[in-house]
C-alpha cells in the first residue's frame, strides 16, 4: 500500500528529471503500481482511511512523485454533484500526451499544491482550459480523451510531472496574483 512516506518531496533530483516512455506490454510490477496509485487516491478521499494512515487527500499521482520515473499518472477526481457516487474522471494514464490544447487559459481560484511539496505557494497557475489527450490503459489499449476546466488542470498538473515540472514553475514570480484578461478562474 502506498502511504505519504512513499512520496518523495521537493529538493529530490527525480521530482525535476524527465520520466521514461513506458514499453508495452507492461509488467506485472507496472500494473500493480497503477492499482495501487488509484488505491492510494481513494484511500486519500476516504475520511476514515486518510484519517488512520495520515494521508493528504489527493486527485492526481505521478509515478515519479514515488521515486519511479516512468511516465505513469492516476487520476480520481470525485463528482461534484454530492448524489453522484461515481467518480467524474478515475483512471490511470500510460504515456500520457496532450495532442491539442485550447487557446483559452484556465486557474484554480485556490491555485495548486502538490502532495510532494509541503508548503502553501500562492498564486494562479495558468494553464490550457481545455486539452485533448491520448493514453495508454493497463491493459494497454489507447484512448483519446477530452477535457475541461478542473479535469484538464488535474491531467496538466501530473503530466507536468512526468517532464520534471513543478506548479509553482507557472507562478507568475513578479506578481503571483495579477491575472491576465480572459483567463478563466475555475472555483
Ligand atoms: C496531488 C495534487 C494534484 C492537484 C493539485 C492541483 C491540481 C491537481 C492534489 C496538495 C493538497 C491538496 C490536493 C488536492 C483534493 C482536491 C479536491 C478533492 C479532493 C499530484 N499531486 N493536491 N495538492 N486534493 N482532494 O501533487 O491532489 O487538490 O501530483
Ligand atoms: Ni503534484
Do not use: W
Amino acid at each position: 500500500m502506498i502511504t505519504m512516506d512513499d512520496i518523495i518531496r521537493e529538493g529530490n533530483p527525480t521530482l525535476r528529471a524527465v520520466a521514461k516512455e513506458v514499453a508495452f506490454p507492461l509488467t506485472e510490477e507496472e500494473i500493480e503500481l497503477g492499482h495501487q496509485m488509484i488505491e492510494f487516491l481513494k484511500n486519500s478521499q476516504d475520511p476514515e482511511k486518510a484519517k488512520e494512515l495520515h494521508l493528504r487527500g489527493g486527485v492526481g499521482l505521478a509515478a515519479p512523485q514515488l521515486d519511479i520515473s516512468k511516465r505513469i499518472i492516476a487520476v480520481h477526481v470525485p463528482s461534484l454533484d454530492p448524489e453522484k457516487t461515481e467518480p467524474s474522471l478515475s483512471t490511470v494514464m500510460v504515456n500520457p500526451k496532450i495532442l491539442s490544447h485550447s487557446v483559452q487559459e484556465a486557474c484554480l481560484g485556490e491555485g495548486e499544491g502538490c502532495l510532494s511539496v509541503d508548503r502553501e505557494v500562492p498564486g494562479y497557475v495558468v494553464r490550457a482550459a481545455r486539452i485533448t489527450v491520448t493514453y495508454y490503459d493497463l491493459a494497454g489499449e489507447k484512448h483519446k480523451l477530452r477535457l475541461k476546466n478542473y479535469e484538464a488542470i488535474v491531467v496538466q498538473h501530473e503530466i507536468d510531472h512526468l517532464n520534471g515540472i513543478m506548479f509553482y514553475d507557472h507562478i507568475d514570480q513578479a506578481n503571483p496574483l495579477h491575472l491576465k484578461d480572459g483567463v478563466l478562474v475555475i472555483e
